[in-house]
């Protein structure tokens, strides 16, 4: 039966034990390009994960194909999906990285790391989070806070962030998931896109122009619903990644973004943004999820009483 994995001559590896790994153990760049590829089910959203570009990943696993010597990932109708050897491999590193990992956190919980991990959703991040840094900080009274912009749920277990903030339907929640608020939508547009194509009459006809969007029409199609508008064609406009790319592509004259005041509260009031039709509609909302495996720390406690007692007065 001929061989399915990629093959070359090797010299054998003979066992030193001053170097028990020397020879045996594979760069582990390439591991964990491997590791998030297979986690993931994506080269790009491998490299998103682990911070280098796409077609980095796809080199570390291009070589660590020929270092092991078998075909490890393969293509498919759904996208990467693992062979048969590399099920084998994806196994046995990501139960390994996970036991470095869980490792890790339990050294740096016994040092007392100082250091407060909030992942958050991109647009809530930027344009809220990251101008209330300072009180954030004195709310949980120690520690720097290390904040990231991520459209994804940390992996809590193994210490990737003490809470996440995330958005979504409310009654369709992460487990473990507290609600903050639902905070009511709007379209929005620069003066300078008003110049161009004018005021809008009514909604019906906003449904007409170029709208800006997330990675889908689905958010747009749920406003209008519940405005009570019946959409008898195709939604236009850019779909983009989040709501903060949303966000600079109405700064800058690209369509109608849908917004809320914890985002555009300042640009509306300095004139930079314009509300468009006085309308009270709620799409989805904010959530607040921590770990429920292990004590928390108590400043996940007082973060919460912040951030609620905050956005709550905020809107």
């Given at each position: 039966m001929p061989k399915t994995g990629t093959s070359r001559n090797r010299r054998s590896t003979h066992f030193n034990p001053e170097r028990p790994l020397a020879g045996r153990l594979p760069p582990l760049i390439m591991l964990r390009a491997f590791e998030a590829t297979g986690r993931t089910g994506s080269m790009r959203k491998a490299a998103n994960d682990i911070g280098i570009s796409h077609t980095v990943v796809s080199r570390h696993i291009r070589n660590l194909e020929v270092w092991i010597g078998w075909k490890l990932l393969a293509a498919g109708p759904r996208g990467i999906a693992l062979t048969p050897e590399g099920r084998s491999l994806f196994a046995t590193t990501t139960a390994a990285f996970q036991s470095i990992a869980g490792a890790a956190a339990q050294l740096r919980s016994k040092v007392g790391s100082d250091e407060f991990h909030i992942w958050c959703v991109p647009g809530l991040a930027t344009r809220w989070l990251i101008p209330r840094l300072e009180q954030i900080r004195r709310a949980i009274s120690s520690g720097e806070v290390l904040l990231r912009a991520v459209d994804r749920s940390p992996d809590f277990v193994h210490g990737e962030a003490d809470l996440m903030i995330g958005f979504g339907d409310f009654d369709n929640l992460p487990d473990r998931a507290v609600p903050l608020l639902q905070p009511r939508m709007f379209p929005v547009a620069s003066p300078a896109w008003l110049e161009r194509h004018g005021m809008p009459d009514s909604l019906e006809d906003l449904t007409r122009l170029p709208l800006i969007h997330e990675e889908s029409y689905a958010q747009w199609t749920s406003w209008f619903e519940q405005a009570g508008i019946d959409i008898q064609h195709t939604l236009t406009g850019p779909r983009l990644w989040d709501a903060n790319l949303g966000f600079d592509a109405?700064?800058?004259?690209?369509?109608?973004?849908?917004?809320?005041?914890?985002?555009?509260?300042?640009?509306?009031?300095?004139?930079?943004?314009?509300?468009?039709?006085?309308?009270?509609?709620?799409?989805?909302?904010?959530?607040?999820?921590?770990?429920?495996?292990?004590?928390?720390?108590?400043?996940?406690?007082?973060?919460?009483?912040?951030?609620?007692?905050?956005?709550?007065?905020?809107?």
């Open positions: 109405a700064m800058a004259g690209q369509g109608v973004a849908l917004t809320s005041n914890l985002m555009v509260a300042r640009e509306i009031e300095n004139g930079r943004l314009v509300e468009l039709f006085n309308t009270d509609i709620r799409v989805g909302g904010y959530y607040l999820i921590t770990s429920g495996s292990k004590p928390q720390d108590e400043r996940i406690a007082r973060f919460r009483a912040w951030i609620e007692h905050s956005i709550t007065n905020f809107e």
